[in-house]
């Protein structure tokens, strides 16, 4: 068996500080050849992410994509099956969350968060089925939100795109489950430690020992265990939330 053949390849596509880097990390450490993306412009920041992971012993591909461009898209999992190894899993990690009123949602703002939370979501599904088809196996997770299953007020954009995004992955998971391609979706309900959370949450710090804020290394340990989950028993959604978190 040749060395390309042997590698487990991981790609999450849309990674920043918070749950995308976790994730990154959790499936680098398991000893998946990991490939992370983010729009070019991001590629310093996503650069700095891989080299904190490949400190702690992780193989890491840092890769400035433009998630919601088809071409770049079909490029980038032709380029990792080509150069790196069969791509095993895929978490599609983008947010797009946006805050507006109905009257202030503009065409390009509801357009561009459907973009980037559904559209380019659907990209990455069709992609990884595509590869992952042919091997008769393989592991598809979604990144999701409390507005993958309630629309808010002041979030009709954002909660529109995420739950096609919910929509979409379930189609996914009864078509590709006869072909032993797992598919979930993972809501992940409550406030995440992060820079937004940092920046807007005065006692963020007493909710964090409490363990009353989602913290992203305990997200990510969730979608390893999706994908190592035997077939008999496989998970769709899977809602994460705080102990305390009302729902």
Known sequence: ????????????????????????KAFALDGFETVITRRARNLPELERIAQDIRALGGVVHARGVDARSEDETVALFADIERDIGPIEVVVFNIGANVRFSIEDTTARVFTKVWEMACFAGFLAGREAAKVM???????????????????????????????????????????LGKKNIHVAHVICDGSIDGVFSR?????????????RVLKPDDIALNYLHLHHQRRSAWTHELDLRPWSENW
């Open 1 to 24: 068996m040749s060395e390309q053949a042997s590698t487990r390849v991981c790609l999450v596509i849309g990674v920043g500080d918070g749950v995308g880097a976790a994730i990154a």
């Open 133 to 175: 088809r042919t091997r008769g196996r393989g592991t598809i997770l979604f990144t999701g939100a409390t507005a993958s299953v309630r629309g808010r007020e002041n979030f009709a954009a954002f909660a529109s795109a995420k739950s096609g995004l919910r929509t979409l992955a379930q189609s996914m998971a009864r078509e």
């Open 199 to 211: 920046e807007n949450i005065p006692d963020l710090d007493q909710r964090l020992a409490e363990d």
